[in-house]
């Protein structure tokens, strides 16, 4: 069963595999289309089994080989103002609509495309295909389907090609992310009495107050060489929501959030995370002071290294020999081609469609960049029948 990459696309977008949800429905279509090209492919499921990454390998059993990367996972479309299924492909003038199609499972459908090309031309350098889960929540699906390619024996490929949305444009570095759970847990009385209750609510504030001073203060320091690449050119602590209390006039019991980090590449994880500790339990102690049971629970949640630029790197080689780009970008946002380097990968980011598309309602990738990443897809290929 050969399917062309807008088929697959269709295919792959149809299986609405937002990331509270389970993938398994495209994880077995991946598997049966691969099955019927005689490619073997590998599930590496979650704890729980309700979710699964898929890595397979194509051609000679030797090294140094080329992964194609991508995640399955998608982010809702609740709420969104939709003008078309979300889950259907739908084509007006250039652009194919579609939650997915610029994130990512338009590149998803370009690197399975690749495989019956690959089996066709006789490869003489192995291509993998590396699928996760969970992109969307902290890139928690990549590393344990990466450790199972290792510790599997899989042979080890020198180039990750990790095909978020860059206008196929090469991206040697991104930040890294980190985010932690925070639950205050404070002490109800009347607002009144106030005085003797402790507000989750108003001690969290502390919290997100302290980090709003620590992003005022990064923005006015020096960044160096590589911190300057990046917009904005400096770590960034982000709470995007919170949820607490129980009654206007009620100090608040319970207050949640999550803190998340977009850490500059090479800045010391350990180092933020000591430093969020310290201000956590400065606030903890000012809460237990007025009653014992108030405090606050941090836990991380996630932890995506960022990527860094490398020194004659293999994937920015291949990547600039394929696109033809000699530019050196880096974004803020994160991906799992950090996670492929933290292992050893060379890695870079090289993908069809823009990164504005995506999580907005309305995606889609225009049809020059579908076409672009066909392309791009069917040079690698001939490289690696080389």
């Not at 993938?23 to 499921?45: A, C, H, M, Q, W």
């Not at 652009?95 to 066709?120: I, N, Q």
């Not at 847990?185 to 980090?211: D, K, P």
């Not at 100090?251 to 010391?268: W, Y």
Request: glycine residues 10%.
């Amino acid at each position: 069963m050969t399917l062309s990459a807008r088929v697959l696309m269709d295919r792959l977008i149809s299986f609405p595999t937002v990331s509270r949800d389970s993938n398994l429905d495209l994880i077995d279509f991946v598997e049966t289309y691969l099955d019927d090209l005689g490619v073997k492919s590998t599930r590496v499921p979650n704890e729980d089994g309700t979710k699964a990454a898929l890595y397979a390998h194509v051609g000679p059993d030797v090294d140094g080989g080329v992964v194609l990367s991508g995640h399955t996972d998608v982010v809702p479309v609740d709420g969104q103002a939709w003008e078309t299924d979300p889950f259907v492909v739908t084509q007006k003038g250039d652009k194919l609509y579609g939650r997915g199609t610029c994130d990512m499972k338009g590149f998803d459908a370009l690197a399975l495309s690749a495989v019956p090309l690959a089996l066709e031309r006789g490869i003489k350098r192995p291509l993998q295909i590396a699928l996760s889960y969970d992109e969307e929540i902290g890139c928690t699906g990549a590393p344990p389907m990466i450790d199972h390619m290792v510790s599997m024996g899989m042979p080890r490929a020198d180039t990750v090609l990790v095909g978020e949305p860059s206008m196929m444009k090469i991206v040697t570095g991104h930040k890294g992310g980190v985010g932690y759970d925070m639950h205050f847990r404070g002490f109800e009385v009347h607002s009144s009495l106030q005085h003797t209750g402790v507000s989750a609510v108003m001690m969290s504030a502390r919290l997100i107050e302290w980090a709003n001073q620590v992003n005022a203060e990064n923005a006015t320091r020096t960044p160096g060489p590589l911190a300057a690449e990046f917009v904005p050119p400096y770590t960034t602590l982000h709470v995007g929501m919170i949820e607490g209390g129980t009654a206007h006039n009620i100090t608040a019991k319970d207050c949640n959030f999550v803190m998340g980090l977009r850490i500059v590449p090479g800045e010391d994880t350990a180092a933020w995370e000591a430093r969020i500790a310290a201000k956590v339990a400065e606030i903890a102690a000012e809460m237990q002071a007025i009653h014992p049971d108030a405090g606050i629970n941090m836990e991380r949640v996630f932890n995506v290294p960022g990527l860094i630029p490398e020194d004659d790197g293999k994937a920015e080689a291949l990547a600039r020999q394929l696109t033809g780009d000699n530019a050196r970008g880096v974004v803020s946002y994160g991906t799992e081609a950090g996670q492929f380097q933290e292992r050893g990968y060379s890695a870079v980011i090289c993908g069809p469609g823009d990164i504005a598309q995506a999580h907005q309602p309305n995606e889609f990738i225009t049809v020059d960049q579908f076409r672009q990443g066909e392309a791009f897809i069917s040079r690698l290929v001939d490289m690696l029948a080389e």
